[in-house]
């Protein structure tokens, strides 16, 4: 990578649409499509958390009190409840972020989510981007970061390359005065949490997100949390209306976070790199028709370089198989797509289907 190439300030977002998610690939067809557009675990969430979900429900008409949820997700974490702040879905963390932190020079390392920067945005801040390059892998080269940024986010599994960052390298971004922000919503998909930052109270200003939508599948009853110094942790909470999470979701909170569903979910970890090595061992039999992989992938989605893809997605959406146009991530354009990893019957399914919208070139 060029380190001298000072990153692209783009002030004005330039031609992506940084609201652009996954669900829109799949909202018109509905369940016509089978769905390697989101990145939520397929079959979830499972009976047992639906059942410990719907018996909170009789406590209702009382106003949610989040006390025990913070404390399970502080255990869970080796930290202190202070430095816990619940929200609903990691999204809400982002405009928290954009809205109570003063940053004079906010840069957002991509391709990644594009909710960061739209928040950072939406709050009138001028947000520089960090673009990683293709040729490099993605990855991530931390003097790419300009020095004078006091705010940098970046995301660990990167969504949506794919790509596991170095944990070393990512804290290397850290900086007295700065803050660094690391979204982890995808590392519990990640065998062993390996460069989990999150726990570490070493590294100046780091502000930790994590999701409990993607592995749990409650991307409908929004549940997240950040992880950061006690003092960022109550500005965050300040501006946050009150009860911000609701008692169905703090009840997920707790029961996710306990040593029976971290079990479950370092077994669905291991699922998922199986099954992502099988998806990728037929997506190279696609080589000859210009189809590139983005590896090592070490999250629960692949990101696809091809020719024609727009065209491709089309015929593909034809066949019943919905997935997610990469063109609305900076840094990337419209030969790119991205493939959320199914179990091995679905991911054959989707090869032949791929290999007749191929063949329709």
Request: with cysteine.
């Amino acid at each position: 990578m060029d380190t001298h190439t000072p990153p692209r300030t783009d002030p004005v977002g330039g031609a992506h649409d940084l609201r652009h998610h996954g669900d829109a690939e799949v909202r018109d067809g509905g369940s016509a499509l089978v769905d390697l557009a989101v990145n939520v675990r397929a079959d979830t969430p499972p009976a047992w958390l639906r059942e410990h979900i719907a018996g909170s429900l009789s406590g209702l008409a009382a106003y949610p009190d989040g006390r025990a949820a913070r404390a399970a997700v502080a255990a869970r974490h080796g930290l202190p409840a202070e430095r816990v702040l619940l929200t609903a879905g990691a999204a809400e963390a982002f405009v928290l972020l954009a809205r109570a932190l003063e940053a004079r020079r906010p840069v957002v390392v991509h391709p990644q989510f594009t909710e960061p920067e739209a928040a950072l945005r939406d709050a009138g801040h001028t947000v520089g981007r960090v673009l990683l390059r293709e040729a490099d892998g993605f990855r991530l080269d931390p003097a790419a970061v300009p020095e004078d940024a006091d705010l940098v986010v970046i995301g660990n599994p990167t969504n949506p390359t794919s790509v596991l960052h170095p944990a070393a390298a990512v804290a290397g971004l850290a900086r007295p005065g700065r803050t660094l922000v690391v979204d982890e919503a995808f590392m519990d998909a990640v065998p062993g949490e390996r460069e989990a930052l999150a726990g570490r109270t070493d590294v100046p200003g780091l502000v930790v997100l994590r999701s409990l939508t993607k592995t749990w599948g409650l991307a409908g009853l929004r549940i997240g949390y950040v992880l950061a110094a006690p003092e960022v942790v109550a500005e965050l909470e300040r501006a946050q209306p009150l009860w911000p999470v609701s008692t169905p979701a703090l009840a997920a909170a707790r029961a996710c976070v306990g040593s029976a569903a971290l079990a479950e979910a370092a077994r669905a970890a291991d699922r998922i790199a199986a099954d992502r090595a099988h998806l990728i061992a037929g997506l190279r039999d696609f080589a000859a028709h210009g189809l590139r992989v983005v590896e090592p992938a070490e999250g629960p989605f692949v990101l696809v370089r091809l020719e024609h893809a727009a065209a491709v997605r089309d015929r593909l959406r034809a066949l019943g198989y919905a997935v997610r146009r990469g063109d609305t991530f900076p840094g990337l354009d419209e030969r790119w797509l991205r493939l959320a990893v199914r179990d091995r019957g679905t991911v054959d399914g989707f090869l032949s289907a791929l290999e007749r919208a191929l063949k329709a070139d």
